[in-house]
């Protein structure tokens, strides 16, 4: 017997709600999921989720792969196939009987009638049945934007580290070259004062010289006048 829970999507609830989705038909879908996809974030309804990673479910019980199939229609495991016009995976025992070897998914069969998930993507409908199908719609497409926002956090909590260490490598060169530039700078001041107090006693040195000379000029000069009042007092 199929279990049902009844959803209720009051249009308070549902208004304003968009799917980044430029193909998603839907009108304020509920519920929302955020999506992770490299360096970009989208809000995503539960069907453009299931569209936009087709290889990760299996498109007949809408149950999670464990291992999803590889590119070019290899299976990573062998108990799951490839659909023949998309990425689109299915257990090799959800396939009908007869189209294993040139299986078509359901949205290759039926690109706008399909849908993964119709429950809450129109306000109109405030009220809707959830079957067991969609139910494990819901469920599938939570699981893959769960991980697809785990992995986008682990490449910005990476690429934050990667910035941290960037970030302390450019604050240790800085400090290198502030502490050589200081170095450099006081060098620079010793060079001029040693270079100020070479010429101090250079001029020292020339003032000094020129006294002596002076000095000894008066020195001889006194001594020739002492000589020449000893000649003139010695004369009859």
Same mark, same amino acid.
Do not use: K, Q, Y
């Given at each position: 017997m199929? *279990? @049902? $829970? %009844?959803?209720? *999507?009051?249009? $308070? #609830?549902g208004a304003g709600r968009r799917c980044d989705s430029d193909l998603c038909p839907a009108r304020n879908p509920w519920p929302i999921h955020h999506v992770g996809n !490299? @360096?970009?974030f989208r809000r995503l309804c539960t069907a453009c989720v299931l569209r936009h990673h087709?290889?990760?479910? /299996?498109? #007949? /019980?809408? %149950?999670?792969?464990?291992?999803?199939?590889?590119?070019?229609?290899?299976? $990573? $495991?062998?108990d799951v196939s490839r659909c023949l016009r998309c990425p689109s995976a299915v257990h090799s025992s959800c396939v009908p009987a007869g189209a294993a070897p040139n299986y078509v998914c359901p949205i290759c069969q039926d690109p706008e009638g399909f849908p993964y998930f119709s429950v809450g993507g129109n306000a109109d409908r405030p009220r809707r049945l959830m079957d067991a199908a969609e139910a494990r719609a819901l469920l599938s497409a939570s699981r893959i934007a769960a991980a697809s926002m785990n992995r986008a956090a682990a490449a910005a909590r990476a690429e934050a580290e990667r910035k941290a260490k960037q970030a302390a490598a450019a604050s240790k060169m800085a400090r290198e070259m502030? %502490? !050589?530039a200081m170095l450099v700078s006081k060098r620079g001041k010793d060079g001029m004062k040693e270079k100020e107090n070479r010429n101090d006693g250079m001029k020292e040195n020339s003032s000094s010289g020129r006294i002596n000379g002076v000095l000894k000029v008066k020195k001889k000069k006194k001594k020739k006048k002492k000589m020449a009042l000893s000649f003139q007092s010695g004369l009859p």
């Open positions: 199929m *279990t @049902a $829970a %009844e959803i209720f *999507t009051a249009n $308070a #609830v !490299r @360096a970009a087709r290889g990760f479910f /299996c498109s #007949v /019980c809408l %149950e999670i792969l464990d291992s999803p199939p590889l590119s070019g229609g290899i299976s $990573a $495991a062998a502030l %502490e !050589r």
